[in-house]
């Protein structure tokens, strides 16, 4: 793998650079994780939303139009702008994490499978 031990030894020093320079950044990552918010407006201007950062809906705002749309219609609407907004949460976080973390982080790797994964 290596041709000497030189080689080797410069590998280790720096992943362990890496390593240390993730761990410092985590708490920053953390942060900026909990504080995420992602938000979405209808096509039509019907309705926003916003979710927190794991996703959850913490506010929706309605316009007369949208409940002129029936309970059906305003479902379907709460739906799709939700999903929206939780596509504009996984891009604030990728690029939070992307700043802090830094673009060769393999971490983000894992970020962005696990954002990937999620229900849209």
Known sequence: ??????AA??????????????AERMGDLQRATAT????AISRGRELA????HSGWLTELRLTEAAMRRGP????RLILDTARLARRDLEQKLM???????GEDD???DGLR???EGTDR
């Open 1 to 6: 793998m290596f041709d000497d031990a030189d």
């Open 9 to 22: 030894i410069a590998k280790v020093q720096d992943d362990m650079r890496r390593a240390r320079r993730r």
């Open 36 to 39: 995420a918010r992602g938000t």
């Open 49 to 52: 939303v916003q979710v927190d």
């Open 72 to 75: 059906a219609g305003v479902a």
């Open 95 to 101: 690029a939070a994490a992307s700043d802090i973390l």
């Open 106 to 108: 393999p971490a983000l």
């Open 113 to 115: 499978a696990q954002l």
